[in-house]
């Protein structure tokens, strides 16, 4: 764990109200009024629970993150554990809610995450460098139309920080809740507009007639795909596209969607049958009081890799990242400095 935790390290797939920690949990109840029933629910969390009951944990933190301050607060909280962590590169992942008591807009949301991310970055220039990019988020239990209010703001915001904070969309949301293909035709519009797409997808069992359709939109990167592996017509196209898959090994577990031996989770299979690009993440690291530190002790010691080749893992994740190519260039040499330097 002590290797993996002085890592340098890039996260892409964490969803930004799943990643409190429990110390700005705890500041966000003691200021009240949030009923503090609550906390008992949510703090001291990590047990294993199903789906459903992981997504009303969601409903709670989303009555406690209301306003736009908030929103700011909580997101610099989340980039400084990241950065404490030694990831130099974050994609975070969050859906822009309406909430009317506090009057704050999808639009107000996007706004704060970002500001969050600006102020983080000139907080601390010298300190704790790392690079932030927002995926807002498609929740599929709301409405299609929202899907492309979401989209409409993603495409707005990309192009007023010149395609440098806003990357791409994320699709997710409680995955027993609609069709996923109803929402093809706002992701098709945000892919009209350069954004990339990650996209949830087989997270849970019986989807495999939407998944085949999610995946005629050749997502950048695929969330999850837990069930992905046993449905050869599906399994084929992402072997073949080399479609990279984001693993969250804790959260699967939590969620009782994959077996509690780690070598049993699906990610060993493409690794070790097909050497296919798989990208260890956290997912919701407050919710299943993970790191992701702990994340790559698990998944290299599932495979039983050596030091240099969980380094050479952690380096690959920079192929999949939605930015830039300079930044791209600027990450490599990161994490040749750090090989260098600890030889
Ligand atoms: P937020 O978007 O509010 O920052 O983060 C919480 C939201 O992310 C949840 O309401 C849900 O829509 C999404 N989310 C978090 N974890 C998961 C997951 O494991 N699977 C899916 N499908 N969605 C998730």
Known sequence: LKFCQELPKIELHAHLNGSLSDETLNKLLR???????????????????TMQEGFEMFRILHEIVVSPEIVVEVTKDVITDFALDQVKYLELRSTPRNVLSSGMTKR???????TAIQRYREENEDRCRIDVRYLPSIDRSKSVEEAHETV??????????????VV????????HANDGADYIPPMMQARRANLHLAVHMA?????KEETKKLLEL?????????FISNEPGVRDVVLKKRIPLEVCVTSNIKTCTVPEDHTKHHFTWWRQEHQH???????DKGIFATSLSNEYSIAAGALGLSRRETFNWSKEAIDHVFADIDTKSRLRQTWDDYWKSNL
């Open 168 to 175: 791409g969309v994320d699709f997710s949301g409680n995955p």
């Open 108 to 114: 107000s949301y996007m706004e704060a995450v970002l």
């Open 152 to 165: 409409k703001l993603a495409e707005e915001f990309s192009l007023s920080t010149n395609g440098n904070l």
């Open 203 to 207: 997270e849970v069992e019986g989807k």
């Open 31 to 49: 200021r009240g009024p949030t009923n503090n029933s609550y906390a008992s629910t949510i703090i001291g969390k990590g047990e294993r629970r």
């Open 277 to 283: 690009p798989c990208i260890v993440g956290t997912d």
């Open 218 to 226: 050749l997502p950048d990167r695929i969330g999850h795909g837990t």
